[in-house]
């Protein structure tokens, strides 16, 4: 830790003791102004002290930033799950702003405070109800405060029998509203009732009464009625992963697995996206019934074509089914996966995240026909300055790295832009490097934050290309290095994220997503003239893999938020001895 | 006095008096009448629910009301008794009624949405009272459900400003009935002052259409043209493209009303595209045909001189910091709900044209939302800084809600540069403005026949611009 603070210090002290002394001059001068003002009952000035206190907080922040970027020898990948939501959550806390004052319901709330704790007669229904604010949306209100507080049974039936005194009938409306609370709270007689009335006295119901209907029947002893019901939403619209997940559900708790193997044979012919539920369901049905293995394992063939990665309570229930396969004796553990990309509990070596040439090729025409072209070139480009960027590559040799100028330039908040980018490139012409720097025009004007004789220095130790300032220089970027070959690198701290939606199909996409994993260089610490650090591109491909003795499964762990652009760093490892 | 009766009929459709229409609303009358009744002729016999339902009789009533016993399951019974209550006289007459709905469901692909919507409407989601069979179709044809839901909450929503507006109309309509019925009380009383004592020629609507017809006729020979480009028609929505034309109606109704307007041009205009379509529908073809403006499926490039043009998008790198009269700008004719950006800077660089952005971020300190104007909003913010040469008065047209008003009223530390900017054109502006108001009436050699309608033209639009200075504010 050291040698770590000692840059460290000597850096805060060079960039902020000329702002600090010009700045406490500034407060001076201000004090004495203010104080001057105060004897004549001038409360103005006391923003300004305020405002004195709002840089010295921001300093504060500052120092602490610096502090908070260089502690972690290795910071995780930008690609590991949860980062993104960590980085927001720092940020969030810079910025002032705390966790705690998240918006709530205050309408519910107050609702919910109203309701009474007991069954109420009907003419307290009606005392109550003239003494609210709007009686006409009074029962309603009731009910879903009712709903949301979770309440006694007992008071909604005593509503709902002060509803039916009072106006002859009960309206679906309501009618719903308590069907979703025995559905919660689990009053599966009460909910049959609810149903058989519904059922005979409106013609058909909606499909929100419908999905409902499925989550509780699923739960009881009819659960074969789930199957009509869900043939009723099937005439009205697509049903819902969901309601499959319970239909299935039901299904196999009860022992029924042809049943839950058709229903997850229609979802798939309408081309529902299963939920991680559904496939849960099966497994656990799967551990005592082995007839569907080869269907299971399809599962898991489908979720490594399509890149899903199972939660934590799926990769336990499938761990669970593999173990129960009868006469292959497999063991399942929690393992990480070292750098090198070789599994910790098994030592085995995992898939590497270089592509194929098949892909590679693929990936590299469909970003040039979707992502640089478009639908019009001239969103982003123009024919003419695309046809020189391809004369401009093809004239030299294939470059090792490509950097992203305008992105790396501002990686610190403040220092020279064109020093900083300056830095990065020696740094690569020093491993003896072929390097393209991709910027805009407007870097070549010699302003303060693009020095003349830094942008002369970076010519000399790369190529440069500058696009026209209202150009885009990422699809540039991303065209440089696929056209020089797999072992091009590219930095940028960009995610490249709308590039990536201009891919029209899904296997592009995860090719480009799997080959930017592998080929992104994100700067990791950086202290003028003294450190360029990059964060570990990773070796291995994080997806669902198999060898005859042994299957690698990725998981989410509970508790962390990971996002779309992001991989888990868990892993379930199962392996047979067989 | 048959003398005087004549001459009353005479002037009868001359002259403001009230009896004639009044004959035009009693016409009107039975026609609002029945529109009330004949509401939702698609509307399938459903079951009148909870509303018009007697009071339920049979059942238990609580007798005494202090000693009254909790009976929580009385309402099953109800509901059920209800239902038995109800299939009883059905049977008798509802085959012909239910067998049509039987057939409705099941024979036309809408009979399903049909029932899904109502009881969406029943489940109490946002859903229309009234829906069309092209509505229906929609609704069909949107594959998920969210997307259902979107559509009919937008229907419902739009049906209920519909709803308020007639309600605002029937309310006005009764009070100017009531009204006239009053002044026309006191007419009979004193009948000799049935004749109006106005010595003053009223002036008809007609004739200030028929000025603003000339006014507009003259913007088209001698005015700055204006181009909405009209390309963009098939990277929209059908809602979006809506909306366009919505708005496009609005500029154009705000330019033939003002003073001294543009001759407006839609450019790049698709006779048989959903544009024309659109704009047929909204004006009448006969009125679209009248309409004094220039429509053609040219390009701008072939109508002006290249170094003329400046197209006008939110992603140009260059700021418009004066007007120049002599430039054509165009604006592109799109609303982009989903995220469409540098549509329009793509096609001005596919033209090789000069751009410019208006200069929000130098006059207005921007706090939320894109800086993508509406096209009326882009038009009342040209013609005004046409007029007055001044960004501060034009940018009033910028919605509030996305800005914090101009950046010199604030503490100027942070905003020194561009307090210093506008001040600079401004001046020069102004004085560029006298310029060529001075060229329209004095130096430009006219024939005599044309710089007399001139001359009279512009005493009337000084009357005119005091009395509808802020004809934008009545709308």
């Not at chain 1, 819902?240 to 012919?269: D, V």
């Not at chain 1, 296997?507 to 997503?513: E, G, M, V």
């Not at chain 2, 006005?172 to 006191?186: A, G, N, V």
């Amino acid at each position: 830790m050291g040698p770590l603070l000692m840059p460290n210090l000597r850096v805060c002290l060079q960039h902020f003791l000329p702002v600090l002394s010009r700045r406490n001059v500034l407060n001076l001068s201000h004090k004495n102004v203010s104080q001057c003002f105060k004897v004549g009952g001038v409360n103005t000035f006391c923003t300004k002290n305020i405002n004195n206190h709002a840089v010295d907080k921001r300093k504060a922040f500052k120092s602490r930033d610096f502090a908070i970027k260089e502690r972690p020898v290795f910071p995780k990948s930008v690609f590991a799950a949860g980062t993104a939501r960590r980085t927001a959550e720092l940020m969030k806390k810079k910025a002032g702003f705390s966790d705690t004052d998240e918006p709530s319901d205050y309408s519910r709330k107050r609702h919910a405070a109203e309701i009474p704790d007991r069954p109420l007669t009907s003419s307290e229904w009606k005392r109550m109800k003239e003494g609210s604010e709007r009686p006409d949306r009074f029962v309603l209100r009731m009910m879903e405060g009712m709903l949301s507080a979770s309440a006694d049974i007992n008071i909604a039936k005593s509503l709902l029998a002060y509803v039916a005194v009072d106006t002859g009938t009960v309206p679906y409306e309501l009618l719903l509203r308590y069907l979703t609370l025995c559905v919660n709270d689990g009053h599966w007689d009460e909910m049959y009732d609810v149903y058989d009335i519904m059922k005979s006295r409106f013609r058909s119901l909606d499909t929100g009464a419908y999905s409902l209907l499925v989550k509780g029947f699923s739960k009881t002893e009819r659960w074969k009625e789930t199957l009509v019901l869900l043939e009723n939403i099937n005439k009205i619209i697509t049903p819902s992963p969901r309601n499959y997940a319970n239909a299935i559900a039901a299904a196999m708790k009860h022992g029924s697995s042809a049943t839950g193997w058709t229903l997850y044979n229609q979802l798939l012919e309408k081309g529902i996206s299963p939920n991680q539920d559904t496939w849960r369901y099966l497994f656990e049905g799967g551990v005592s019934d082995h007839k569907y293995d080869d269907e299971l394992l399809s599962i898991l063939q489908h979720m490594r074509d399509n890149q899903i990665y199972p939660d934590e309570l799926l990769a336990n229930t499938i761990r669970k089914w593999f173990e129960s396969r009868p006469d292959q004796k497999w063991i399942g553990g929690i393992s990480i996966v070292n750098p090198s990309g070789v599994c910790r509990s098994c030592g085995s070596e995992l898939e590497s995240i270089q592509l194929t040439d098949e892909d590679y090729a693929d990936l590299k025409d469909s970003v040039m026909k979707n992502v640089i072209k478009g639908i019009d070139v001239f969103k982003k480009t123009t024919p003419e300055e695309l046809e020189n960027f391809k004369g401009f590559v093809s004239k030299r040799p294939p470059f090792d790295v490509v950097i992203d100028g305008l992105n790396v330039a501002n990686t610190l908040s403040r220092g020279n832009e064109s020093e900083t980018l300056l830095a990065v490139v020696s740094e690569f012409s020093q491993q003896g490097l072929s390097i393209l720097v991709l910027g805009r025009k407007h870097m070549l004007y010699s302003t303060r934050s693009w020095n003349r004789h830094h942008m002369k220095q970076i010519q000399q130790k790369a190529h440069c290309f500058f696009t026209e300032n209202i150009s885009e220089d990422d699809p540039f970027l991303l065209y440089a290095t696929l056209h020089s070959g797999n072992h091009c690198n590219f930095v940028s701290r960009d995610l490249m994220r709308d590039h990536k939606a201009c891919l029209p199909d899904g296997r592009t996409k995860r090719l480009f997503f799997k080959w930017q994993r592998g080929h992104q260089l994100v700067l990791s610490s950086f202290i003028p003239g003294k450190m360029v650090r990059f964060q570990r591109i990773q070796s291995y491909d994080t997806i669902i893999q198999t060898n005859t003795k042994s299957w690698h499964i990725p998981y989410d762990a509970v508790g962390v938020e990971r996002c779309t652009y992001e991989v888990p760093e868990k892993w379930l490892c199962l392996t047979t001895s067989n | 006095m048959r003398f005087v009766k004549s001459l009353l009929n005479e002037l009868r459709p001359h002259c403001h008096s009230l009896l004639p229409r009044l004959n035009v609303n009693k016409r009107y009358l039975p026609a609002l009448e029945c529109s009330g009744s004949s509401l939702n002729p698609f509307q399938t016999p459903v079951r009148s629910l909870c509303t018009s339902w007697p009071k339920w009789k049979d059942a238990p009533q609580p007798k005494d009301l202090e000693s009254e016993k909790l009976d929580l399951d009385i309402w099953k019974s109800v509901m059920r008794s209800q239902v038995a209550h109800e299939e009883t006289p059905r049977d008798s007459d509802d085959d012909g009624a239910l067998g049509e709905t039987g057939v409705m469901s099941k024979d036309s692909p809408l009979g399903a949405t049909r029932e899904l919507v109502e009881m969406w409407q029943q489940a109490g989601k946002r859903v229309p009272e009234n829906i069309t069979d092209e509505q229906l179709e929609i609704v069909a044809e949107h594959s998920t459900k969210s997307a259902k839901k979107k559509y009919l909450k937008f229907l419902a929503i739009k049906e209920g400003y519909k709803k308020g507006n007639k309600e605002k109309q029937e309310k006005k309509r009764i009070e100017r009935l009531s009204e006239r019925e009053e002044t026309s009380k006191e007419e009979d009383d004193e009948s000799s002052s049935k004749l109006r004592n106005s010595f003053l020629l009223p002036f008809w609507q007609r004739s200030f259409d028929k000025l603003l017809g000339w006014q507009s006729a003259q913007a088209m020979r001698f005015g700055q043209p204006l181009v909405f480009d009209m390309s963009y028609e098939l990277q929209m929505t059908p809602r979006e493209r809506e909306n366009t034309i919505s708005q496009l109606l609005e500029s154009e109704g705000s330019n033939r009303r003002s003073v001294e307007p543009f001759h407006l041009h839609f450019c790049n205009l698709n006779p048989e595209g959903a544009y024309h379509k659109e704009l047929l529908k909204r004006y009448s073809t006969e009125t679209w045909e009248n309409l004094m403006i220039t429509a053609s499926p040219q390009r701008p490039i072939d109508m002006f001189s290249h170094d003329q043009l400046v197209y006008l998008t939110a992603d140009s790198p260059n700021v418009l910091r004066t007007f120049d009269h002599n430039k054509v700008y165009i604006i592109g004719a799109l609303v982009d709900r989903s995220n469409l950006p540098g549509v329009s800077l793509a096609n001005a660089k596919r033209l090789k044209l000069a751009t410019a952005r208006l200069p929000l971020d130098e006059h207005l300190r921007w706090e939320c939302g894109a800086k993508n104007l509406t096209l009326d909003q882009m038009f009342r913010i040209l013609w005004t800084v046409k007029q007055t040469g001044s960004w501060v008065e034009a940018l009033k047209f910028v919605p509030q809600r996305k800005h914090a008003g101009s950046p010199a009223k604030k503490d100027s530390n942070d905003y020194k540069g561009a307090e210093r900017r506008p001040t600079v054109p401004q001046k020069k502006f102004i004085s560029k403005q006298q310029h060529s108001r001075g060229a329209v009436e004095g130096k430009t050699p006219l024939e005599s026949p044309i710089a007399t309608l001139l001359k009279t033209k512009i005493a009337v639009r000084s009357d005119t611009h005091k009395a509808r200075k802020n004809w934008w504010e009545q709308d």
